[in-house]
T-cell receptor
Framework: GAVVSQHPSRVICKSGTSVKIECRSLDFQATTMFWYRQFPKQSLMLMATSNEGSKATYEQGVEKDKFLINHASLTLSTLTVTSAHPEDSSFYIC??????????????FGEGSRLTVL | DAKTTQPPSMDCAEGRAANLPCNHSTISGNEYVYWYRQIHSQGPQYIIHGLKNNETNEMASLIITEDRKSSTLILPHATLRDTAVYYCIIRVTGANNLFFGTGTRLTVIP
């Protein structure tokens, strides 16, 4: 089946630094990818929708200048957490659906990236 | 998207069937029922989905009531590796993204 890969799986950084997380669709093209955030013992919360070749669409309450999303190709979307602070520590997960598939095919999720900000 | 209600947690003995209920009383005619699960510290995994007919695949069965206001995910022979949080999600036809509720934490007991 289709695979979505995230990198890095774990990252620890100092407060004030920026961290980039990559999301790749390995065997299919994805015009749209989604970024979720999950705090401990909570459910996944959609942060933004990443559209290839255009600006991302952010959910209410998510700062676009804080979480920069770039979807430069049909197989890669990146999430950059700028000037990270301890409260940004979370599990970040991306998902994608292959272009051209039927409307009810499943979304594929990455393995997630755990960010810890010291 | 229609809201879903799931019990927060359930236990199941290894080898027995696990029946996970989901209420979605406000579901619309063009909304599908999807089930995903999330094993600790991993991304969600697709299990099954359906509209109004019961569905079965290699992982599970999905039973949807005739009025479509509730459904049950059945894992026929639960194993320890099935311990996870199971999410029931209602998805509008053509919608790309998914909105996750709180799910049911299933613990399979040896």
């Amino acid at each position: 089946g289709a695979v979505v890969s995230q990198h890095p799986s774990r990252v620890i950084c100092k407060s004030g630094t920026s961290v980039k997380i990559e999301c790749r669709s390995l065997d299919f093209q994805a015009t749209t990818m989604f970024w979720y955030r999950q705090f401990p013992k909570q459910s996944l919360m959609l942060m933004a929708t990443s559209n290839e070749g255009s600006k991302a669409t952010y959910e209410q309450g998510v700062e676009k200048d804080k979480f920069l999303i770039n979807h430069a190709s049909l197989t890669l979307s990146t999430l950059t957490v700028t000037s990270a602070h301890p409260e940004d520590s979370s599990f970040y997960i991306c998902s994608a659906r292959a272009s051209g598939q039927g409307s009810q095919r499943e979304l594929f999720f990455g393995e997630g990236s755990r960010l810890t900000v010291l | 998207d229609a809201k879903t209600t799931q019990p927060p947690s359930m236990d199941c003995a290894e080898g027995r069937a696990a029946n996970l209920p989901c209420n979605h009383s406000t579901i619309s005619g063009n909304e599908y029922v999807y089930w995903y699960r999330q094993i600790h510290s991993q991304g969600p995994q697709y299990i099954i989905h359906g509209l109004k007919n019961n569905e079965t695949n290699e992982m599970a069965s999905l039973i949807i009531t005739e009025d479509r206001k509730s459904s049950t995910l059945i894992l026929p022979h639960a194993t320890l590796r099935d311990t996870a949080v199971y999410y029931c999600i209602i998805r509008v036809t053509g919608a790309n993204n998914l909105f996750f509720g709180t799910g049911t934490r299933l613990t399979v007991i040896p």
